[in-house]
């Protein structure tokens, strides 16, 4: 691993997932949880220890590319940039040049991770495409052959809707989320597990068959996001997990934004 690393940043609602690049390779990755509350130098000595372990110092570092939907942590991270690295980092929204046309009434509406996800995934598979991000929204995004972004549509995530279950039904507890062993459940904590797992399988068949219908083409349909590997095999279509997609994208965009 040499210097001149690139350093990718995707900023969740929920998590954050960190990468490095020695250029078109993905050596290493982290996920951590969102602290709004944690200030830049925290994050500077949490980003210091994954780097330490990992045998990387801030030096090797060259670039740094951030996506992020939770705006007060785009300035933390930016902080972070100029006072730990010596540069400003690559943010993703207005002004970055993405490469991809986006179809939407206003296009600074759209999620930063929905846009970086969408250029991934047409530069990897060059043909109309739907990309369902499994994150703490679960998101549907349709680019179509000639890669333009052309919209999609927006459920509560699986872990928000567990949440919600938990904290309005007094007498139900906090179920992890797996595949239960039965979908007619014989007790309270698998008729959860049942209920949320199977009903989001059957939520991403149905908004996926529609957007199909509705484009008039025949999209790949690939998923992403923390909970893709789970979902993903019981539903009738979805056809490749790219658990990877977003860092890929940012990778893209630093290189797209470098060589302008």
């Not at 960190?18 to 709004?36: E, F, H, Q």
């Not at 549907?140 to 927006?154: Q, T």
Request: net charge negative; glycine share 10%; aromatic share 8%.
């Amino acid at each position: 691993m040499g210097d001149h690393l690139l350093l990718v940043i995707d900023v969740g609602n929920s998590n954050i997932v960190l990468g490095i690049y020695d250029d078109a390779l993905l050596v290493k990755n982290w996920r951590i949880s969102t602290d709004k509350a944690k200030t830049t130098d925290e994050y500077a000595i949490l980003v210091h220890d994954l780097f330490q372990l990992a045998g990387i110092g801030f030096g090797q570092i060259g670039a740094i590319i951030v996506s992020s939907v939770v705006p007060t942590m785009t300035g933390v991270l930016e902080k972070l940039a100029q006072q730990y690295f010596g540069f400003k980092p690559y943010v993703v929204g207005p002004g970055i040049k993405t490469g991809m046309p986006i179809q939407y009434d206003n296009p600074k509406e759209v999620g930063a991770d929905r846009i970086v996800n969408a250029v991934a995934g047409f530069e990897k598979y060059r043909t109309a495409l739907i990309i369902v991000d499994f994150g703490t929204a679960t998101t549907f995004d349709y680019v179509n052959r000639r890669g333009e972004y052309c919209g999609g549509a927006i459920a509560p995530g699986l872990m928000i809707s567990t949440e919600a279950l938990f904290q309005k039904a007094s007498k139900l507890p906090r179920v992890e989320i797996v595949r239960p062993p039965s979908v007619i459940a014989k007790n309270t904590v698998n008729s959860m597990q049942a209920g949320i797992f199977y009903g989001y399988v059957g939520l991403v068949d149905e908004i996926v068959g529609r957007i199909k219908a509705e484009s008039r083409e025949n999209p790949k349909v690939i998923a992403t996001g923390g909970l893709a590997g789970l979902i993903a095999p019981e539903t009738k279509s979805i056809e490749e997990v790219d658990e990877f997609l977003t860092l890929e994208g940012l990778r893209i965009l630093y290189q797209r934004n470098r060589e302008s």
